[in-house]
Structure formats: structure tokens, C-alpha cells
């Protein structure tokens, strides 16, 4: 009963964990504090409350007395509220530089061209909330590029830890660059999920090209030496981590065909009438390819719209049914 205080740092922060600390302690105000090694351990703080449970993650905060951040773009121009940019670090806390390391020094410390202020690049992406707390939404290096969309793998290992069930996530991605996949590693807190609920949750928080492929549910995340989430251990995920419906075997002829080349593209051995092609992976440049072998197999007019509009095997064989037959010198 004499804990007056608790505060947190080193990595992501549950957001329920005020509530956990408040059952354990009743007077204890629980504070996020963060910054860098660079820039004397901690230039911010935030005061978690019972109601940041609500929240996708815990805000970084606002700076200590002497620090300042700033979340500015490419060309160190500050950003505007809710707009993610780069996050730097400035003030009394400030480092003069690595020892004996000038190279290094001068590619993380810098000195802003038009303020003089001299700064530090945390490596952190972080946006404005209204009230000037600043979120920190993920490392630069953990932002990737897939199909022509810039992922922030953070935001999506947030929203995933935000839904009910889920403890801990991490969030990877495998497969050559043309078949680049995001792939969901999960630890429940026993009450388990499905890769086909999962996804549906997060489509109401995410837009669909930040949603993962595979959903793999483990009992903890490795981890390395120094506690951080060891991603290259992390294992391949199986057909069980896919997104599936309720099995029923392709029918006729059509079915089959459609099943056979979804497959192919897809790397899964089986997939049933009722899946849907983009909740197991599917994306835009793999439609195309589909439905180009559609029309070589099948001979017939098929086009990616009907594939949009009809995502299932069923459907779509239904729509290819009653398409026009190609002739050979047609078929592209």
C-alpha cells in the first residue's frame, strides 16, 4: 500500500496496465517515461490512466523539463497533427556524440539548417495528438513497402494487441519481393482465436493492405538476449494460419480449376468452394495472374473485375460459367 509511483519504459506499454497496477496498488499512478540512451535515457513522460484500456497504445508523451521533441518530415519541416513523421530529440539532455565515432555522430546528430538547433535522429516515428502529446507509432526500420504501400509493421502489431484475447503480437514479413506477405504472430491469454477472426476485427481498425496473410498463434514470442522479439526465429506459418471458411470441396469441373490455380499462386494444397481469395492472401498483382491462367486454362473470357466482385471459388466459377469462350488465337 506504500507504492506510490510506478514508471515504465523500454518498450511498448500494455494499455491496460494502469488497471493491472491499480488492482495491486491502489494509490500507484503508473507514468510512461521514454527517450534515448542519446539523449539521457528519458526526454518524455505520460501519466497512464484507467481510461487509456480504450486507446491502441500508450502516447509517448510530452518532453521533460529541458528536452524538447519535434516530429518533422524529409526536410525538417514540422508536421501537422495526426500527419507521421520522423521524431528527434533536442535540449539540455542532448549527447555531444559517440566516442570516438565521427562518422556515426554525424549521421544521427544534426543541426537543424534554419533553427541552428542541434538534434538527435531517434529512429522513431511518432505523429502530434491535438493536445500535443506525441505518439510514437514504430521504428523507421520496422517500416516496410509492399506492393506500392509504405506499412508501418508497429501500428499493425498495436491494433492486433488491442484486440480482446491477444497479449502480445509481432508482426514479420516473408516471401520474395514480388509475393511479399505480412504475417501475424500471436500470444493469447488463454482464451484462444482463429486467423479468420482475427482478421476481421483488425479490418475494422485497418485498411485491407495492412491486414496480414497468416495468423500464427504461439505460447510467447522468442525473444534475444537483451529481451526484444527475436524476428528471425519466428517460425513459417502453415495453411492452419490462413485466413479459412468452413471446408467444402470444390465441385465440377470449373470449381476444380479455379481451386488448382489459387493454390498454385497462393501456395496452399487445399482450398475450399466458400474461401475467399483475398482473405488467404490474394492481393492485386496475384488476381491478375489468376485470372490470366483462368483464361489460358479454361478458354474463357474472364476478367479481374468478376474476381473482385466474386472473391470465392463458387462464385467466381459461377461467373466464368457463363462466360464467352475464347478462341485460341485469343487466349493471352
Known sequence: SSVRSALLSGDWIPVNIAYQVSTLFRDCTVFAAGG?????????WYEVGVDDASR???P???????????????ALNPRPT??????????????MGYWKDPEKTAASFITHPRTGERMYRTGDLGRYLPDGTV???GRADDQ?????FRI????????????????????????????RQLVAYVVTDGQGGSPQAWRAQLLEHLPEHMLPSAYVELASLPLTPNGKVDRQSLPAPDEDAVARRAYRAPEGATEQAIAAVWGE???LERIGRDDHFFELGGHSLLALRAIGRLRRVLSVEASVRQLFEAPTIAGLAHRLDGCSVLDAGTIA
Do not use: F
Request: charged share 20%.
Open 36 to 44: 534515448a540512451t542519446e539523449a539521457s535515457i528519458w526526454s518524455n
Open 56 to 58: 491502441t497504445s500508450i
Open 60 to 74: 509517448y508523451g510530452t518532453p521533460l523539463a529541458n528536452q524538447r521533441m519535434y516530429i518533422l518530415d524529409e
Open 82 to 95: 495526426h500527419v507521421p513523421g520522423d521524431l528527434y530529440i533536442a535540449g539540455r539532455g542532448l549527447a
Open 135 to 137: 505518439e510514437c507509432t
Open 144 to 148: 516496410i513497402k509492399i506492393r506500392g
Open 152 to 179: 508501418e509493421l508497429g501500428e499493425i502489431e498495436s491494433s492486433l494487441c488491442a484486440l480482446k484475447g491477444v497479449r502480445e503480437a509481432a508482426v514479420t514479413v516473408r516471401g520474395s519481393e514480388s509475393q
Open 265 to 267: 499462386l497462393l501456395g
